[in-house]
């Protein structure tokens, strides 16, 4: 056991004017299984670099161990599996590796095929136990979750249940909970650390903003009725003091004692009045706005949209899936879902209108309107105005949605070729919300995005109830939204 020490950790990125962190400071135990939850843009990523050295800072980062990062990149993927892992891991006992391998569900012969001929998942199996096999490291890892299905997710998050010794980045919350035992949050003001999995650190914030909101009312009370105490008593000073001059003999020593006690009291009441301010200013700091959404989507002639009956999908000779039966009606909220190479993503583009290779019987509504959320995002460049203008969306409705996505005004200039893999999601998100449409396709519309965003759009799903067919891998998800079920 050793700890890692971050004392007043400054930094803001290059040509910035406000930092990123500041005067940050906590400590951690390298025993801990610390899950690195937070909204998007907030730095996750960036402090997993500043651990590792990459970028300079002011403050102070000590550490007893060697910090790895996850994914490791791999140069050459031409290269045998057993080839990548010796250069991860150049003293690697050979048994100790199939161990590792054998707990992931990946076979022995994988080690002798060509990295690239790993399916994705497979690749972040073998990485997640070759970084496992170094002595004295504290492993960084980032968003693994992102190439596993459901099963996969399982698997991987029981693997890490066993290990120690890590930050896990992920915005799974059922993922998260199997594998930490503590949650380091990246707030808008701070980073903190607390014992437990994401669903304690999450109740014990709702508590806490719970009791800040509260606070903050009872505060905002206060000051509105000791400004008006304020306001009469000063009045009454004033009228007092006034009352010595132009009504006959009086006994102005006495008007004057009284007016100034009437001052004075003016005076405690004021800075009461300020003490209840600074106070007010303490709460609501690491508060996130997690406002509603709102759409409207338009309502079909027909109640069925889609069927596809006995379908089968093939690319050459290759059958990719067979004798699939959907039958999607206004309404329905259907989680497609299986394994990678399923052929998930091959039905999605037969619904949406690519020409795909099929038999069976294939129907979709006349004059159906369908909104695509793709898992790809790197087509995303220019700036949100123009994005708004060539997709035909209200600029407007688009940039209110992303605000209460968390997007800063900041956002709204610059160029999307360098938001984070979370913000370029919400930006296909928002726009879907935008579209006018019978149908919403979503192809895994939540990978890279935040935890609060996922349950504001699982809030906004379960109030409009659109009719809504997605693949996702997040089983929190999945089982708050779907009314139907379709396994590949």
Known sequence: MSLINVTNLTYAYEGSYDNLFENVSFQIDTDWKLGFTGRNGRGKTTFLNLLLGKYEYSGHISAKVDFDYFPFPVENKDRNTI?????????????????????????????????????????????????????????????????????????????????????????????????VDHILSINKTDINVQKGNFSSWWDNKQRQDNYEIAENDRLQKDIKRLSDAAKRTNDWSHETEKSKYGNGPVD????????????????????????AIDERSKLLKNIDSAENLKISQLAYHKNQLVELNNVSISYGEKNVCEDISITIEQGD??????????????????????????????????????????????????NLTDYAHDHGINESLFKAILRK???????????????????????????????KAHLLVWDEPLNFIDVISRMQIEELLLEYGPTILFVEHDSEFCNHIATKAVEL
């Not at 949406?352 to 909104?371: A, H, K, V």
């Open 252 to 275: 102005r020593g006495y008007i004057g004692h009284k007016a100034a006690k009437m001052m004075k009291r003016s005076k405690a009441i004021e800075q009461r009045q300020q003490s």
């Open 405 to 435: 996505l968390d997007f800063s005004r900041v956002q709204f200039e610059k160029d999307m070729a360098a938001f984070s893999g979370g913000q370029k999601k919400k930006v296909l998100i928002a726009k879907s919300l935008c579209e």
């Open 83 to 179: 080839d990548v892992i010796e250069s991860i891991v150049p003293d690697y006992v050979h048994w100790e590796l199939v161990r590792e391998l054998n707990l992931l569900k990946v076979t022995e012969d994988a080690l002798y095929r060509p990295f690239e001929s790993l399916s994705n998942g497979e690749q972040t199996k073998v990485l997640l136990a070759a970084l496992f096999l170094k002595e004295n490291n504290f492993l960084l890892i980032d968003e693994p979750t992102n190439h596993l299905d459901r099963h996969a997710r399982k698997l991987v998050s029981d693997y890490l249940s066993a290990k120690s010794g890590f930050i896990l980045v992920s915005h799974d919350r059922a993922f998260l909970d199997r594998s």
């Open 333 to 382: 909220r259907i989680a497609l879902s299986g394994s990678n190479g399923s052929g998930k993503s091959s039905i999605i583009k037969l619904i949406i209108g690519e020409d795909i290779s099929y038999t069976g019987t294939f129907r979709r509504g006349s004059q159906l309107q369908i909104s695509y959320v793709s898992q790809d995002t790197s087509h995303l460049r220019g």
